[in-house]
């Protein structure tokens, strides 16, 4: 009977030694079928170790993105902003931050992004992470302030977005709740929130300057290299074109033009632009702290020359920003830095 329940043939259970110790080994090959517990066949042990690489190359995609060029430490951090290229301090990373920048007159927050649950991403869903990203859109439905360049972000390709919270969710978790965020009423009705992208293909990169147009959305370059106008929002005719002021434990700073105007950047060379991204130094210029190269050094050579391929094809803009001349009222941008009186 157990031969026929088990759907195997009565002689099965035959005194012949040899045919025990074979038949035997049927059974436990069977039940071990039926448990599920059989070891998988070479095409799956192929899938499966693709999917395993694939996870592996998506992690360290993300943590290319993250520790690189979006540089999403750099506000989520609690900052050591006297060492060389301001790292986040010992088991701070990720936990969280009031923006110590002095020129923004109310108190923004970079809340924390680690796993925790309680005080951080842990009970966020993949989609309310993306939909933060790319439509600024809190996972309590409220419109985030756009220091969180989710404007920028909007083009990141749908892996790079899988790669970015696939490294989210690596972190250690740190419990750190942060204070809130405290905008006023206005500025808060004021915000809107983009039209919601569903899906975005991998970008273009059949050129450096296309491969470099997509990695300077992703590095937030345009942020604090562009003036902003009363109502906060970028100067479209000054993109690039540096004098946005930075104020707070760094200093005071202008940001850079960057467009291939005299004014700007047009006697960089891939070398310099290289040595600049790397060691934070101009040649004898020391830059300063607020400029991510602590983390752009993390870049690849072939990323960071895509990205200056870029930045050589902006429009050219006329707009002189010298940090090491003293800040004066600046007609063009509306704002004080070196050399701004130099700007009709």
């Given at each position: 009977m157990i031969g026929i329940r088990s759907g195997l043939k009565p002689d099965v259970f035959s005194s012949s030694k040899g045919k025990e110790k074979l038949t035997m080994r049927k059974i436990a090959a069977m039940v071990a079928v039926l448990a599920g517990t059989v070891s998988c066949g070479p095409g799956d042990r192929a899938r499966q170790t693709s999917e395993r690489e694939r996870a592996e190359a998506r992690l360290a995609r993300g943590r290319y993105l993250l520790e690189g060029l979006s540089d999403c430490f750099g506000c989520h951090s609690e900052i050591d902003w006297k060492a060389p290229g301001a790292p986040a301090l010992p088991g701070r990373k990720g936990v969280g931050a009031v923006v110590p920048?002095?020129?923004?007159?109310?108190?923004?927050?970079?809340?924390?992004?680690?796993?925790?649950?309680?005080?951080?991403?842990?009970?966020?869903?993949?989609?309310e992470i993306g939909r933060a990203l790319r439509?600024?859109?809190?996972?309590?439905?409220?419109?985030?302030?756009?220091?969180?360049?989710?404007?920028l972000y909007r083009d990141m390709s749908d892996e790079d977005l899988a790669a970015t919270i696939a490294y989210l969710r690596s972190l250690a978790a740190v419990r750190n709740a942060t204070p809130k965020?405290?905008?006023p009423e206005p500025v808060q009705k004021s915000l809107q929130p983009p039209p919601p992208v569903a899906s975005v293909p991998p970008p273009d990169q059949s050129t450096p300057q296309k491969r470099g147009a997509y990695l300077v959305a992703l590095g937030t370059c345009a942020q604090c290299h562009t003036p902003i106008d009363n109502q906060m929002r970028p100067r479209a005719d000054l993109a690039f074109a540096g004098g946005f002021v930075l104020k707070g434990p760094w200093g005071e700073v202008a940001s850079a033009n960057l467009t291939p105007d005299p004014s700007g950047i047009p006697y960089y060379t891939d070398a310099l632009f290289l040595q600049a991204m790397r060691t934070g130094h101009v040649q004898a210029r020391k830059l300063n702290s607020i400029m991510p190269w602590g983390r752009y050094r993390n870049l690849t050579d072939e990323d960071l020359t895509a990205i200056f391929a870029?930045?050589?094809?902006?429009?050219?803009?006329?707009?002189?920003?010298?940090?090491?001349e003293p800040p004066t009222p600046c007609k063009r941008c509306g704002s004080r830095h070196g050399l701004g009186s130099a700007n009709l």
């Open positions: 920048d002095e020129s923004i007159p109310f108190q923004v927050v970079a809340p924390n992004i680690t796993p925790d649950a309680e005080t951080g991403l842990g009970k966020w869903t993949d989609q439509n600024g859109i809190g996972h309590d439905g409220r419109v985030l302030f756009p220091l969180m360049p989710y404007m965020m405290l905008l870029y930045l050589k094809t902006l429009k050219p803009v006329v707009h002189r920003v010298d940090n090491t």
